[in-house]
Structures are given as C-alpha cells and as structure tokens.
C-alpha cells in the first residue's frame, strides 16, 4: 500500500513537491526546499542579506526572511558561514561621543 505524503505547487518553479521538502515563510508562502536554497544562493553570494534586503521571493510581497528560515535550508554549508560573515559586515556600532573604535588584532575577527 503506498502512502501518499501531502504535497503542494512550487510557485517558483512549479514543480510538486512535498510539505517535507519545503519552507513556509512568515507570509505564509511555501516553497520548495530546492528554490528557497537557490534563491539564497544568490542573495548570499550578492551580499543582499540585510533584513531589508532578503525578502520573500514572491512578487510584490515584503516578508522578510528570518534567520532560523535561513538556518534551517542551510546550516552545516559554507553557505550559512557566509550568510553569517555577510550579515556580520552590515553590524555598524553605535557612535557615542568620545567612544573610540578598535580592530581586534586576531586574525579573521
């Protein structure tokens, strides 16, 4: 007996794919796992990954993705080291009078 698994559209590309296989956003847009990483692909290799920047993909919409959704397609990759050095080098300190900025001088800090 074959059990069916519950299974939605792609939006992007239109494929069906499993609820498995999938992330839905805030919005309450799914898509497949295979789209949201490729979508992340690229905002993450453009450097667009401030919160302002990384958006749902879906026409007009404007729900952020948060960073667990990020997580969750892609710890364990390079790809999440990345995403993580990129939204590192958009932290700007705040800048009280008298306050002095230092580099640390560990190498890659």
């Given at each position: 007996e074959k059990?069916?698994?519950?299974?939605?559209k792609?939006?992007?590309?239109?494929?069906t794919a499993s609820f498995d296989n999938?992330?839905?956003?805030?919005c309450a847009h799914r898509l497949?796992?295979?789209?949201f990483h490729g979508y992340l692909e690229v905002k993450i290799r453009e450097k667009r990954v401030a919160p302002e920047e990384l958006l749902?993909?879906?026409?007009?919409?404007?729900?952020e993705v948060t960073v667990p959704?990020?997580?969750g397609v892609?710890?364990?990759e390079p790809l999440?080291?990345?995403f993580l050095s990129a939204r590192a080098d958009l932290w700007q300190p705040a800048n009280h009078d008298g306050e002095r900025l230092c580099q640390c001088p560990a190498t890659g800090c």
């Open positions: 059990v069916e698994r519950a299974s939605f792609c939006p992007l590309c239109l494929d999938s992330v839905q956003l805030d497949c796992s295979v789209c749902c993909p879906m026409p007009g919409c404007v729900c959704q990020v997580e892609t710890k364990g999440w080291e990345r």
